[in-house]
């Protein structure tokens, strides 16, 4: 059994979408299409948590994201 354990967690938002919550060890990660539910997220777990907004991802465990104007990328 590993020492790290990640988890992914989403919910299905009221217009349809999805946001993602991507959790390994430290490191924290929100996906979604609606900034407003981003940054409601966010600001909850802020006010329960101590965190560091780093602002947009562009890599994650080694692997790269690349995002354009509605579609994210994995490489």
Do not use: C, P, W
Request: cysteine-free; proline content about 0%; glycine content about 2%.
């Amino acid at each position: 059994m590993s020492d790290y354990i990640s988890y992914v967690y989403f919910n299905k938002l009221l217009n349809g979408s999805f946001m993602y919550l991507l959790l390994y060890v430290y490191d924290l990660l929100i996906v979604s299409k609606n900034m407003f539910e981003i940054n409601s997220l966010r600001d909850q777990l802020s006010s329960e948590f101590e965190i560091k907004d780093l602002d947009a991802t562009k890599k994650l465990l080694g692997i790269k994201i690349h995002k354009d104007l509605e579609k994210l990328y994995l490489s």
